[in-house]
């Protein structure tokens, strides 16, 4: 199993940008496809982008593809989330999520390993 701990959450205004960081515990991170998932007020958990284990695939939806972007360090056991040109719907706790090996993207079942979430919040 591995442990998943967001980081770089908080307040920002309509226009700007966040980093959001996921640091797994085990050294055993490039075994594992890794996702970013939110979830706003009063809505369901959905998915924002994914990574493959390798980092060459990346996958996104639709109301965030061309402002944020997934990466991963694999050597720093991190998967990071930039997210440019925030818009107030973006407010969201922001969950961490991991698969061991491969997985089609987007299924929040598909994930085994959570984080606690880090809260991202845009005012108008």
């Known amino acids: 199993q591995v442990q998943l701990v967001e980081s770089g959450g908080g307040l920002v205004q309509s226009g700007g940008s966040l980093r959001l960081s996921c640091a797994a515990s085990r050294s055993t991170f490039d075994t594992y496809s890794m996702a970013w998932f939110r979830q706003g007020p009063g809505k369901e958990r959905e998915s924002v982008a994914a990574?493959?284990?390798?980092?060459?695939?990346?996958y996104y939806s639709d109301s965030v593809k061309g402002r944020f972007t997934i990466s991963r360090d694999n050597a720093k056991n991190t998967v990071f989330l930039q997210m440019n040109s925030l818009k107030p719907e973006d407010t969201a706790v922001y969950y961490c999520?991991?698969?061991?090996?491969?997985?089609?993207?987007?299924?929040?079942?598909?994930?085994?390993?959570w984080g606690q979430g880090t809260q991202v919040t845009v005012s108008s």
């Open positions: 999520a991991a698969r061991r090996g491969a997985t089609n993207w987007g299924i929040r079942t598909n994930y085994d390993y």
């Open positions: 990574v493959s284990r390798g980092g060459s695939a990346t």
